[in-house]
């Protein structure tokens, strides 16, 4: 395997993000190698493929409806491909599923947490990045345990 994880991305846009296209590439990459220690063996690979998506607050709020039951605007929606997924076919990247991001929210958000529009969207995607491996957060050790590794990531993104 390895040790750089490729990434296959699958990135639509619904607004404008200040990141770009090939930035969030590096970022999933690097965060990817970075997870792989931790990563269940059925979800360490070579390559995988995953789908982000920035929209506005009606979007998110209607797929928040939909799959959540709660048609309002939230921040960040994660839908995880591998819960039920079969065994990765060799030499084909592993599906992860989609990260959808509500720019508006982020923006609202963003000062909030004492922070720029940039570094919100780097926690909103770390987080779902991180739902789409597995993590979760029912209780607050998990919750502390997962908001914890993403600032990892988003620290080790600022550096680069």
């Known amino acids: 395997m390895n040790p750089l994880a490729a ?7 619904l607004g404008p993000d200040p990141l770009g296209e090939d930035r969030w590439v590096e970022l999933l990459s690097s965060w990817l190698a970075q997870l792989q220690a931790e990563l ?3 979800l360490k ?8 998506q920035f929209c506005d607050d009606a979007a998110i709020a209607e797929l928040n409806g939909q799959w959540r039951q709660q048609p309002k605007p939230t921040d960040v929606l994660s839908f995880a491909a591998q819960e039920d997924a079969p065994e990765p076919l060799e030499g084909l990247p592993i599906e992860l599923g989609d990260i959808v991001i509500s720019i508006p929210t982020a923006e ?9 529009l940039q570094q919100e969207l780097l926690f909103l995607a770390s987080h779902g990045l991180l739902h789409l491996l597995g993590w ?13 590794r993403q ?3 988003v620290q080790g993104a ?3």
């Open 45 to 52: 690979a070579d390559a995988y493929s995953l789908g982000l």
């Open 40 to 42: 269940p063996s059925p």
């Open 7 to 13: 990434i296959e991305l699958d990135l639509a846009y």
């Open 158 to 160: 600022a550096a680069h």
């Open 108 to 116: 609202r958000q963003a000062p909030e947490h004492g922070h720029s």
């Open 151 to 153: 600032d990892a990531l």
């Open 136 to 148: 979760d957060h029912p209780d607050e050790a998990s919750l502390a345990a997962m908001l914890s």
